[in-house]
């Protein structure tokens, strides 16, 4: 489990650090609750206060008289942190400005001397430096605060800023206030507003501006924008809609007040009085144009038309089929539907809401390049996109429109690449693959913050006698999307990425691609094949993946079976190790285009592999645990609520705030809390059952209700119920005996998720679910288990014939 301090470093420091130079600190207190895991902000206070430097090391600290040491991770960040929360605290009481008296009044003592602060910052600021590369800048010593004035200009917003905030706002129109260029001239016009403030409000003012500038929304996740914010809603509370995508699909409405937390609501109707009353009448016409934040959040507007609508199913099925690109269901009555182009001719022309011309978002690669494989490449954007012009290293490149944006044609690109509109001209530098991540740069897996999605099967797979059973059936090497999506995923999930952020990178690799799997289904690929866990923090309601280490299991004889994130930058490095050690990389590809491909060390003789292992620094895989079909939770759920109920035919969690469970899988919730979601299923005549994860939820749901819940046909294993799935541990068990990764696959005409595997596999898979055995033409997997040469002398009974049988192995291994 990480300290504080490394928590805190990790958050405030190397995060914000890789993008440029530090010139603020927020710890705010929502965050302060999330890393002590308590609710309540006076208990946290107390916990925080109780992790402060000890009886006199506080007053030394403060004095100068005990210095900084060299630790790995300073101890004496904790009091800094501390100093800088206190200021931006809701705890401060109002008029309570002054900071010795604020100090005084969590430590129950005012200190004489507080001359030790700009030292242990400068010591901090070397620290960082030294050991993570990260640039903090410091203010220079106040002449009116000498020893108090770095922490009163690091801390951000302090009562100081919101008074300027505050002045700026009685400068603006109330029609403006929520308009960021009209803050941003005003701030930059207005006497005082920059030039009098302290150093932490320059730099999130400046922060805010790049973001503006970048688009997309960008600066309203910047700490300036949210403390502007709270000031303009202490006059004017206006609410907000907004659609978020749920587990696997689904949707969610919340209403978000200008500040405070969101409130989940069952339809737009509940929210028709606290929102603006433009946005008003598009509820109550049934039909409301939404704008996309990213990461799968889409807002409520009443300006800008839109291809997404959040509108009534009647309305939807008066639109002809060939209109719409997809639709999901919010609840019995509304839908969200994605229409191509203009949704109707109300719609008009959404010219009004294109960007300025430049390039926007794309995928960071170091310092200053991003991802050059399409359609991850930053997008283009102009007042005349179809006259933008692109050359990359010198050579003109083919553009194809995204929305409102052109996008480059698919392909991979390395170089400088220059867009032209109108004798504008903006660069970029572009490289073709990700950046790999050694081990102390990669966010790891703690249980103390992060529960598996695998729940109680983390880690665990079923009992077989057999290691390795390569599948035989047809391999497809992956798809150029596959590659380029795994470019993406791997450079951004170094330090943990939430899961909706995951799915708008699968969603744009698949956006120029007519027929694909749904991104729900290409991202469980990634889990299952080793690449990504994926998790929910433990002490607040969101979900991220973890990058997996890289490992290998030795196999047979001077043969390594490869486990973990293998892009590009990986597999070439492994490919030179191989070669160094006397052996080769073999590449095992998966069933389908859409499966990643796994890979294979062999060599004459163990002492070879020896040597590749060690020269490509790699640790040998942990052993899998036992695995159990379900583990029983039977607790009382004493303060949820039910807020989802399982659509059993689609696999989804449909609205639902029924006050009593009956039967079924639903979903609860805790109102005013952090936990996270339950699901219990309720099966009559059964004990109701209580789980975190919905996979596993699901799963364990069907095999309570009963019935066959896979099926096993032409050597792949699929699932007969929607949207369950084995567990990602159970996944990677399967791809090791297979050598053969899962994935989606169209071969029966529709799309499924798909997992190769033969008679060994099957048959410690069957031990713990009911699986369904299709006669194949080689006799189904029973057959196919006899006929084995890897099962020789082993013994199967067989229920139909109520016999004993015999593996003869005849026909030999298949590789």
């Known amino acids: 489990m990480a300290s504080f301090e490394e928590e805190c470093i990790e958050r405030y420091f190397l995060a914000p650090g890789s993008s440029g130079p530090i010139g603020s600190v927020y710890l705010s207190d929502a965050d302060l609750l999330e890393i002590l895991g308590v609710t309540e902000i006076e208990e946290a206070k107390r916990r925080f206060v109780k992790l402060l430097p000890a009886g006199s090391n506080l007053r030394d600290y403060l004095s100068g008289a005990l210095l900084p040491t060299r630790d790995r991770v300073p101890s004496y960040l904790r009091l800094l942190m501390f100093l800088c929360w206190m200021q931006t605290s809701e705890t401060r009481g109002v008029g309570n400005r002054q900071f010795h008296e604020i100090f005084e009044g969590h430590i129950g003592f005012r200190p004489w001397s507080m001359n030790g602060l700009n030292g242990l910052w400068e010591h901090f600021r070397d620290f960082l430096k030294s050991k993570h590369g990260v640039t903090l800048v410091l203010p220079d010593i106040h002449p009116v605060y000498t020893q108090i004035g770095r922490t009163l200009q690091l801390a951000f917003p302090t009562w100081r800023d919101k008074e300027v905030l505050r002045k700026l706002k009685r400068l603006i129109a109330g029609s403006l206030l929520l308009d960021p260029l009209t803050v941003s001239n005003t701030a930059r016009t207005s006497r005082g507003a920059l030039g009098e403030t302290m150093q932490s409000f320059v730099h999130n003012f400046h922060e805010f501006d790049q973001a503006r500038k970048r688009g997309f929304r960008e600066f309203e996740e910047t700490p300036f924008w949210r403390a502007w914010y709270a000031i303009v809603a202490e006059q004017a509370a206006v609410e907000q809609l907004e659609v978020h995508e749920s587990d696997y699909g689904g949707y969610e409405l919340f209403r978000v007040p200008p500040v405070g937390e969101r409130v989940q609501i069952g339809t737009p109707e509940e929210a028709v009085k606290l929102v603006p009353r433009p946005l008003g009448k598009l509820i109550n016409n049934g039909r409301i144009d939404l704008e996309s934040l990213g990461s799968g959040r889409f807002r409520a507007q009443a300006k800008v038309p839109s291809n997404i609508v959040l509108m009534k199913a009647a309305q939807l099925a008066q639109h002809d089929r060939s209109d719409i690109r997809s639709s999901a269901a919010v609840n019995s009555t509304w839908v969200v539907a994605v229409f191509r182009g203009k949704a109707s001719e109300e719609t008009g022309s959404a010219s009004s809401g294109t960007r300025d011309f430049g390039w926007h978002d794309g995928i960071r690669v170091g310092g200053g390049a991003y991802l050059g494989r399409s359609p991850l490449t930053p997008t283009i954007s102009g007042p005349v996109p179809e006259a933008i012009e692109v050359t990359v290293a010198g050579k003109p490149v083919g553009l194809v429109r995204s929305g409102q944006d052109m996008v480059m044609t698919p392909g991979a690109y390395s170089g400088i690449a220059i867009a032209r509109n109108l004798r504008a001209s903006h660069e970029v530098l572009m490289v073709a693959r990700a950046n790999e991540f050694s081990e102390a740069r990669r966010l790891a897996f703690d249980l103390a913050k992060d529960i598996p999605e695998d729940e109680f099967h983390f880690g665990s797979a079923p009992s077989s006698q057999i290691e390795v059973e390569f599948w035989s059936g047809l391999r497809t090497p992956p798809s150029e999307e596959l590659v380029t999506i795994g470019e993406g995923l791997y450079q951004r999930?170094?330090?943990?990425?939430?899961?909706?952020d995951a799915v708008d990178i699968v969603r744009r690799g698949l956006s120029l691609t007519p027929d694909h799997p749904s991104e729900w289904d290409v991202l469980r690929s990634f889990a299952d094949a080793g690449w990504l866990e994926p998790t929910f923090l433990r002490h607040y309601p969101a979900r991220r993946l973890l990058q997996r280490n890289l490992t290998a299991k030795p196999i047979g004889s001077?043969?390594?079976?490869?486990?973990?994130?293998?892009?590009l930058a990986v597999l070439d490095r492994l490919m030179i190790a191989a070669r160094a050690a006397g052996g080769i990389i073999e590449t095992w590809n998966g069933a389908t285009p859409w499966s990643l491909?796994?890979?294979?060390?062999?060599?004459t003789d163990d002492g070879a592999r020896s040597e590749f292992l060690r020269r490509a620094e790699l640790s040998e895989a942990a052993a899998y645990g036992k695995a159990v079909a379900d583990v029983a939770d039977h607790g009382d759920v004493h303060g949820f609520r039910v807020v989802g109920k399982l659509l059993a035919d689609r696999g989804?969690?449909?609205s639902c705030f029924e006050e009593k469970m009956t039967e079924g899988l639903y979903r609860l919730e805790r109102p005013g809390s952090l936990s996270l979601f339950h699901y219990r299923s309720v099966v009559p005549g059964r004990r109701d059952q209580n789980y975190v994860s919905p996979s596993v939820a699901l799963l364990s749901h069907h095999l309570r209700v009963g019935g066959?819940?896979?099926?096993?046909?032409?050597?792949?294993?699929?699932?007969?119920?929607?949207?369950?799935?084995?567990?990602?541990?159970?996944?990677?068990?399967?791809?090791?005996?297979?050598?053969?990764?899962?994935?989606?696959?169209?071969?029966?005409?529709?799309?499924?998720?798909?997992?190769?595997?033969?008679?060994?596999?099957v048959e410690g898979l069957s031990k713990l679910l009911p699986i369904k055995c299709q006669l194949s033409s080689t006799g189904g997997w029973r057959k196919q288990f006899l006929m084995s040469a890897s099962n020789r002398e082993r013994k199967i009974y067989d229920g139909r014939s109520r016999r004993v049988l015999v593996a003869a192995g005849s026909h030999g291994k298949s590789s």
């Open 493 to 500: 999930s170094a330090r943990g990425l939430p899961l909706a």
């Open 558 to 567: 001077g043969k390594a079976l490869i486990s973990g994130p293998t892009p």
């Open 597 to 603: 491909p796994r890979y294979v060390f062999r060599a």
């Open 652 to 654: 989804f969690f449909g």
């Open 708 to 761: 066959d819940v896979f099926e096993f046909a032409d050597g792949t294993v699929f699932s007969m119920a929607a949207r369950v799935t084995l567990p990602s541990s159970w996944a990677r068990w399967v791809s090791d005996v297979a050598a053969c990764n899962a994935g989606p696959s169209n071969r029966s005409g529709n799309w499924r998720y798909e997992y190769p595997a033969g008679a060994g596999a």
